[in-house]
């Protein structure tokens, strides 16, 4: 092939002097004076045969230091094994790699209840804020009336029910829940309180939790609400401290939907995966009552008269055991 001139110049670049300069490995053989122009094959051989020269080197300072620093890592991890193995023979240790027991693979209900038992800390006052609900009669929120009498020794959900011109009578399960919910009062004194004004008014299925009347930003959805308020009440009730976050987060959010979907098609589907969460279990939180086991039995209360066929012999038994617990 002809030749080409170059199109670029030469370009002098000043090189940085803030970190230390090191020696190039390979320099190449070209004077300094003229400019070597060879071809890619040739430059390619070239670059090969200085660095099989260079492999072949071992008087190279640079090598020799480095072998060293390797026969001295080397020595130190194998003093570090001697030790290893040392430490092993004086406590007896067995050789073989550790094996689960029937006992740590099936735990007992006494083990399992000494890790499940939670902290109990004082609550933190700067966190508890009177807010306003606003639900429909047709939603009733029965998860306030839940934690309201599971939190019955540790914090006093005050309630206080009010009707919206919205709504020309109350149905007489709302009028039920209301008579609850007002009735059941703390025994102990001096506990820490929050003020819930529930207000009956036509919002649908979408219940809100109001804190601020002047900045109007509502939390929607009773699920959502009750994960404020298992935040801001008891420690030892707050899901958010257990291990399997990411599930709970997951059965309040199918919850959610189930309440909230407007076709009934889709409840039915929101119901199915609801129903593959449980399993065959009893509940699930395990032996004690969780904020899951409340969320879903509000939720499926209130779609129990569209969904009535839809809902198995293990739901109605987590239904039916959740009410026998909290009287919801």
């Given at each position: 092939?002809?030749?080409?001139?170059?199109?670029?110049?030469?370009?002098?670049?000043?090189?940085?002097?803030?970190?230390?300069?090191?020696?190039?490995?390979i320099q190449h053989?070209?004077?300094?004076?003229?400019?070597?122009?060879?071809?890619?094959?040739?430059?390619?051989?070239?670059?090969?045969?200085?660095?099989?020269?260079?492999?072949?080197?071992?008087d190279l300072p640079?090598?020799?230091?480095?072998?060293?620093?390797?026969?001295?890592?080397?020595?130190?991890?194998?003093?570090?094994?001697?030790?290893?193995?040392?430490?092993?023979?004086?406590?007896?240790?067995?050789?073989?790699?550790?094996?689960?027991?029937?006992?740590?693979?099936?735990?007992?209900?006494?083990?399992?209840?000494?890790?499940?038992?939670?902290?109990?800390?004082?609550?933190?006052?700067?966190?508890?804020?009177?807010?306003?609900?606003?639900?429909?009669?047709?939603?009733?929120p029965y998860g306030?009336?839940?934690?309201?009498?599971?939190?019955?020794?540790?914090?006093?959900?005050?309630?206080?029910?009010?009707?919206?011109?919205?709504?020309?009578?109350?149905?007489?399960?709302?009028?039920?829940?209301?008579?609850?919910?007002?009735?059941?009062?703390?025994?102990?004194?001096?506990?820490?309180?929050?003020?819930?004004?529930?207000?009956?008014?036509?919002?649908?299925?979408?219940?809100?939790?109001?804190?601020?009347?002047?900045?109007?930003?509502?939390?929607?959805?009773?699920?959502?609400?009750?994960?404020?308020?298992?935040?801001?009440?008891?420690?030892?009730?707050?899901?958010?401290?257990?291990?399997?976050?990411?599930?709970?987060?997951?059965?309040?959010?199918?919850?959610?939907?189930?309440?909230?979907?407007?076709?009934?098609?889709?409840?039915?589907?929101?119901?199915?995966?609801?129903?593959?969460?449980?399993?065959?279990?009893?509940?699930?939180?395990?032996?004690?009552?969780?904020?899951?086991?409340?969320?879903?039995?509000?939720?499926?209360?209130?779609?129990?008269?569209?969904?009535?066929?839809?809902?198995?012999?293990?739901?109605?038994?987590?239904?039916?055991?959740?009410?026998?617990?909290?009287?919801?």
């Amino acid at each position: 092939m002809y030749d080409l001139k170059p199109i670029l110049k030469p370009v002098h670049v000043e090189l940085p002097t803030c970190m230390y300069p090191m020696k190039p490995v390979i320099q190449h053989g070209a004077s300094s004076g003229a400019v070597a122009t060879p071809s890619s094959t040739v430059f390619m051989d070239l670059l090969s045969e200085k660095i099989k020269i260079l492999l072949l080197k071992e008087d190279l300072p640079e090598i020799q230091a480095l072998a060293v620093k390797q026969e001295k890592i080397l020595k130190q991890l194998a003093e570090l094994r001697e030790q290893l193995v040392s430490m092993r023979t004086d406590l007896k240790l067995c050789n073989k790699p550790a094996q689960p027991s029937a006992i740590q693979s099936a735990p007992s209900k006494t083990s399992k209840s000494k890790s499940d038992t939670k902290k109990i800390e004082p609550i933190n006052a700067s966190y508890l804020q009177d807010f306003v609900v606003n639900a429909s009669p047709e939603n009733i929120p029965y998860g306030l009336l839940a934690l309201k009498k599971l939190w019955i020794d540790r914090l006093n959900l005050q309630v206080e029910c009010f009707t919206h011109s919205t709504i020309p009578k109350l149905s007489e399960e709302a009028i039920n829940f209301q008579n609850q919910i007002t009735s059941f009062e703390p025994k102990r004194e001096n506990l820490p309180r929050i003020m819930v004004t529930l207000i009956w008014k036509n919002v649908g299925t979408y219940t809100e939790m109001i804190t601020s009347p002047t900045a109007y930003v509502p939390i929607c959805g009773e699920v959502n609400i009750l994960r404020f308020l298992s935040r801001c009440g008891p420690s030892e009730f707050n899901y958010e401290r257990n291990d399997d976050v990411t599930e709970a987060d997951s059965i309040l959010d199918t919850c959610y939907q189930l309440i909230n979907k407007q076709n009934v098609t889709d409840k039915k589907q929101v119901l199915k995966t609801l129903s593959s969460k449980l399993g065959k279990t009893a509940s699930f939180g395990g032996d004690e009552v969780s904020l899951c086991d409340i969320a879903a039995t509000s939720a499926i209360k209130q779609v129990q008269k569209a969904l009535a066929k839809d809902i198995n012999p293990n739901m109605a038994k987590l239904i039916g055991r959740v009410s026998a617990v909290v009287g919801i």
